[in-house]
T-cell receptor, first 111, second 112 residues
Framework: DAGITQSPRHKVTETGTPVTLRCHQT?????MYWYRQDPGHGLRLIHY???????DKGEVSDGYSVSRSKTEDFLLTLESATSSQTSVYFC??????????FGPGTRLTVL | GQQLNQSPQSMFIQEGEDVSMNCTSS?????WLWYKQDPGEGPVLLIA?????ELTSNGRLTAQFGITRKDSFLNISASIPSDVGIYFC????????????FGKGITLSVRP
């Protein structure tokens, strides 16, 4: 367990509203990741970060942006939420071996 | 792109039985990871394998990194009801900005 927390754990919002999910880690891991998990698709990478202010896109990045201003925090923002973004979102961090550790997840529902 | 194959999607076993799960790929990986996910929780790392041929145990779990680097297996011995969950394999090609490739997972059910 890499000391990863996610907030909020559950959120219901309406289409078109902005949403920000927060990932906080206490392990000083360099790498951080955001995934979404959907039935039939498994875990898919949205964005990742390899250091403060260094981020890159994953395979399903459209409609999402991220920011990392401190080592311990990685924010995922949905600028204008859509129903297709209803999902469970997981944050992960990686240590020097590249082994990834996951947070508890955020269940987001967009109505 | 790289894909990891896990099958079947679901497995049903009797409490006390052993079960083995495979993960295969057409690509070579330098690290293999096995995770378990309980309902409503995030994936939890069970075993990490870093060298071809490596055999590693964690309690009743044993995992091996295939010699070809294209496969791995996870064995659970003497299953118990709390082994129920989804088991994911993941592969990694180490290097700058490494990204995990995940299998779709196997849902394990254990009958008491």
């Amino acid at each position: 367990d890499a000391g990863i927390t996610q907030s909020p754990r559950h959120k219901v919002t309406e289409t078109g509203t902005p949403v920000t999910l927060r990932c906080h880690q206490t392990e000083n891991h360099r790498y951080m990741y955001w995934y979404r998990q959907d039935p039939g698709h498994g875990l898919r990478l949205i964005h990742y970060s390899y250091g403060v202010k260094d981020t890159d896109k994953g395979e399903v990045s459209d409609g999402y942006s991220v920011s990392r201003s401190k080592t311990e925090d990685f924010l995922l923002t949905l600028e204008s939420a859509t129903s297709s973004q209803t999902s469970v979102y997981f944050c992960a961090t990686a240590d020097s071996t590249d082994t990834q550790y996951f947070g508890p997840g955020t269940r987001l529902t967009v109505l | 792109g790289q894909q990891l194959n896990q099958s079947p999607q679901s497995m049903f076993i009797q409490e006390g039985e052993d079960v083995s799960m495979n993960c295969t790929s057409s690509s070579i990986f330098n690290t293999w990871l096995w995770y378990k996910q309980d309902p409503g929780e995030g994936p939890v790392l069970l075993i990490a394998l870093y060298k071809a041929g490596e055999l590693t145990s964690n309690g009743r779990l044993t995992a091996q990194f295939g010699i070809t680097r294209k496969d791995s297996f996870l064995n659970i011995s003497a299953s118990i009801p709390s082994d129920v969950g989804i088991y994911f394999c993941a592969g990694l090609i180490n290097g700058a900005n490494s990204k995990l490739t995940f299998g779709k997972g196997i849902t394990l059910s254990v009958r008491p």
